[in-house]
């Protein structure tokens, strides 16, 4: 089955800088690769997600980019800011449909001021 | 938030006894999930629906059920408690599709078996 590894576990930056996440997975087939973020004690948020057949995607601040051949993706926070403190989960789909999701284990991250 | 519910949102019991999580939908999507969430391991799959009496197992289904029988509603039941199903659980829905895979997470149910 897929697994998903995510690095680092917590990672803090200062304001204004850049926060980059790492993932990656095992199953060629998978094909559909959402981020969540989680603030303390509140549920999970789809921030971005992106397909296989896409290997970037922008939304304002974040970005996601996709490496289908070395199976790994990584999501790109530039200028944070405190707001952005949150545990973040990137997960991939299993098999080829888009409906069951494996979850990494989770970044903490902490933007100081 | 979408109309996604869960109840009870916290919950004490002790071992050995059974214990019934309901997740309750307004918005008429077709999946819904189960998940446990754990510190160091994520979100982990436990049982999931595809329709009204279709489920599936996911990566941590051993002693868990599943039962949906209306679109709105997907009941998780612990047949029989035990410490190691101390966790935050979460219900989550889809709406399914190549277009609609956005899957959204309820508030979420503590429970501590004791």
Redesign the interface.
């Known amino acids: 089955g897929e697994n998903v590894e995510q690095h680092p576990s917590t990672l803090s930056v200062q304001e204004g800088d850049s926060a980059v996440i790492k993932c990656t997975y095992s199953d060629s087939a998978s094909n559909y690769f959402p981020w969540y973020k989680q603030e303390l004690g509140k549920r999970p948020q789809l921030i971005i997600d992106i397909r296989s057949n896409v290997g970037e995607k922008k939304d304002q601040r974040i970005a996601v980019t996709l490496n289908k051949t070395a199976k790994h993706f990584s999501l790109h926070i530039t200028e944070t800011q405190p707001e952005d403190s949150a545990v973040y989960f990137c997960a991939a789909s299993q098999g080829e449909g888009f409906q069951k999701l494996v979850f990494g284990t989770g970044t903490r991250l902490l933007v100081s001021p | 938030?979408a109309g996604i519910t869960q109840s009870p949102r916290h919950k004490v019991t002790e071992t050995g006894t059974p214990v019934t999580l309901r997740c309750h939908q307004t918005e008429n999507h077709r999946?819904m999930y189960w998940y446990r969430q754990d510190p160091?391991?994520?979100?982990?799959?436990i049982h999931?629906s595809?329709g009204v009496k279709d489920t599936d197992k996911?990566?941590v289904s051993d002693g868990y059920s599943v039962s949906r029988s209306k679109t709105e509603d997907f009941l998780l039941t612990l047949e029989s408690a035990t410490s190691s199903q101390t966790s935050v659980y979460?219900c989550a829905i889809?709406e399914?599709g190549?277009s609609y895979?956005?899957?959204?997470?309820?508030?979420?149910t503590r429970l501590t078996v004791l």
């Open positions: 938030d999946y160091g391991h994520g979100l982990r799959l999931y595809y996911g990566e979460f889809s399914g190549y895979n956005e899957q959204f997470f309820g508030p979420g």
